[in-house]
């Protein structure tokens, strides 16, 4: 079975502790949110108060995902505010096993994030610091784009890798994952299925839910 976090980016930002909610009480494993700074990604959207808030609002895992230059600056702020894990880009600056192994010896799930043009064997060296791995399947920056194919070969080279270390690190996609792709993007290896659009802009977003959690 698939795990899901649904990315609050495409939920109704004047109603998210309803859209978290419904989120939760249909079955998602996580909410997934998206922290953008405006200059890693040429977008800025929700910081460290609405974590504080969500934390309030719910028991839900909080799986953030830091789309900004300077995590170092910012992970103890997300961690304060209740940040159940904690995502940094390779790509973004500072000493990636030090940031690491800081939010693990606070007791927080620590993982990487790669964007698309970022080959899956540069995680590699980091996977024994790692909860989980999430591979970009989209630019990051923005909801609602198309699901780039290339990123599947990523996520079986990961899954090869994580088994022949035998390592207990989740693999997680982000961007441009639907109804219809889903299936194969679980049959190459992956764990967990972040979806925004395709949950919060359905019809029904519960049932959205608990279709992608049936894969
Ligand atoms: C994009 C974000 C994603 C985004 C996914 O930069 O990291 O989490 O919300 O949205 P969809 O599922 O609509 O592609
Ligand atoms: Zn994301």
Known sequence: MAKVSPSILS???????????????????????DVMDGHFVPNISIGVPVVKSLRKATDGFLDVHLMISQPE????????????LINIHLEAEG???????????RGVKAALTIKPAT???????YLPLLDMVLVMSVEPGFGGQSFMPDSLDKVRALRAEIDR??????????????????????????????????VFGAPDPAEAIRTLKRL
């Open 73 to 84: 600056r910012y992970i103890d702020a997300f961690m304060d505010a209740g940040a159940d």
């Open 119 to 125: 080959p899956a064997q540069s995680v590699f060296p």
């Open 95 to 105: 000493d990636m096993a030090a940031m690491l192994a800081h939010v693990r010896e």
């Open 11 to 33: 939920a109704d930002f004047a109603n998210l502790g309803r859209d978290v909610k419904m989120a939760v009480e249909a079955g998602s494993d996580m909410i997934h949110v």
């Open 165 to 198: 270390q035998g390592l207990d690190c989740l693999i997680e996609i982000d961007g441009g994952v639907n109804l219809k792709n889903a299936p194969e993007i679980v049959a190459a290896g992956t764990d967990i299925l972040v979806a925004g659009s395709a």
